[in-house]
Nanobody
Framework: VQLQASGGGSVQAGGSLKLSCKAP???????????KAWYRQAPGKQRELVAE???????KYQDSVKGRFTISKNNAVKTLYLQMNNLEPEDTAVYYC?????????WGQGTLVTVSS
């Protein structure tokens, strides 16, 4: 199953971006209840969890993005989103979507977000 991530780009500090992660070949009964998350990896750093949408639809965020980022999904189009507002230079990274299912752990290809001061 291939996840298609998009929406990255270059913005100035204070700007906004919305990342999308589509799972067109994942059947809805697998997509809907799965755990979904966004991770990011900045240059020279380890990959870190940014936001999580649990199988029970609870939302969890890394402290540094609370109040600025929002994770959501649209089951009808099998797409995961990450709305990022008030971006900071420290948010610069490659962002990866992740979906954990009973059939395996799936990753998007990564989308680059660059925030300039």
């Amino acid at each position: 199953v291939q996840l298609q991530a998009s929406g990255g780009g270059s913005v100035q500090a204070g700007g906004s971006l919305k990342l999308s992660c589509k799972a067109p070949r994942m059947i809805l009964s697998v997509f809907s209840p799965s755990r979904k998350a966004w991770y990011r990896q900045a240059p020279g750093k380890q990959r870190e969890l940014v936001a999580e949408l649990t199988s029970g639809d609870s939302k969890k965020y890394q402290d540094s993005v609370k109040g600025r980022f929002t994770i959501s999904k649209n089951n009808a189009v099998k797409t995961l989103y990450l709305q990022m507002n008030n971006l900071e230079p420290e948010d610069t990274a490659v962002y990866y979507c992740n979906i954990q299912t009973e059939y395996g752990d799936f990753w998007g290809q990564g989308t680059l977000v660059t925030v300039s001061s």
